[in-house]
């Protein structure tokens, strides 16, 4: 089955303690995105990567590092998460380079919880 | 600034009425999405309009695209109880290049009563 996956899930952790929500994809998807997601703010990309080795920064992308060694995984790593943190997040993926241009794939979520 | 704006941002119908979302946004594009969202899951693809088409169908679903309004309408048909849910417009800019990512709006709640 064509999917998106995150892990974990549910997350509580504490401030400074540092974590890794993984996210991959079956699709053989070029583009693949982390967002957040906030009461009344909608969606917010966070970082996005065009190919392996690429990785540029979205719209909120203080507090967070992201890798693309392969080209199904791109982990959104928090070295020292901050309550602001605590937030529903979602990985994203879409078949070409250009996120914009086709559909994205969504994850199920990831709720974080940073006290 | 916000580049998709839905409006309203909450809607409440009886089931099998018809319900009517709208879309605004500031920029040309290249295309306009619709995305569903369960309470607290991801967002699930629902429709993709280019920015060269003014219709299209999808089941019980219509979307209509104006871009000389720069505006676009979702219409759920004979609504079911099923359909609650957040929609989301999401736009694809027109110039590609560096990050040509979809920009969403911050939702339409739906509540269809049984």
């Known amino acids: 089955e064509a999917q998106v996956t995150q892990n974990p899930r549910y997350l509580i952790t504490v401030t400074g303690k540092k974590l890794t929500v993984t996210c991959s994809q079956n699709?053989?998807?070029?583009?693949m995105s982390w967002y957040r997601q906030d009461p009344g703010l909608g969606l917010r990309q966070i970082y996005y990567s065009m190919n392996v080795e690429v990785t540029d920064k979205g719209d909120v992308p203080e507090g967070y590092k992201v890798s693309r060694k392969e080209k199904r995984n791109f982990p959104l790593i928090l070295e020292s998460p901050s309550p602001n943190q605590t937030s529903l997040y979602f990985c994203a993926s879409s078949l070409f380079l250009a996120g914009g241009t086709d559909t994205q794939y969504f994850g199920p979520g990831t709720r974080l919880t940073v006290l | 600034s916000q580049q998709g704006e839905e409006d309203p941002q909450a809607l409440s119908i009886q089931e099998g009425e018809n319900a009517t979302m709208n879309c605004s946004y500031k920029t040309s594009i290249n295309n306009l999405q619709w995305y569903r969202q369960n309470s607290g899951r991801g967002l699930v693809h629902l429709i993709l309009?280019?920015?060269?088409?003014r219709e299209k169908h999808s089941g019980r679903l219509r979307v209509t695209l104006d871009t000389s309004k720069k505006s676009s309408s979702l219409l759920i048909t004979a609504s079911r109880a099923a359909d609650t849910a957040s929609y989301f417009c999401a736009t694809g800019p027109k110039v590609s290049g560096a990050n040509s990512k979809l920009t969403f709006g911050k939702g339409i709640t739906l509540s269809v009563r049984p």
């Open positions: 699709m053989n998807h070029e583009y």
């Open positions: 309009i280019r920015s060269n088409e």
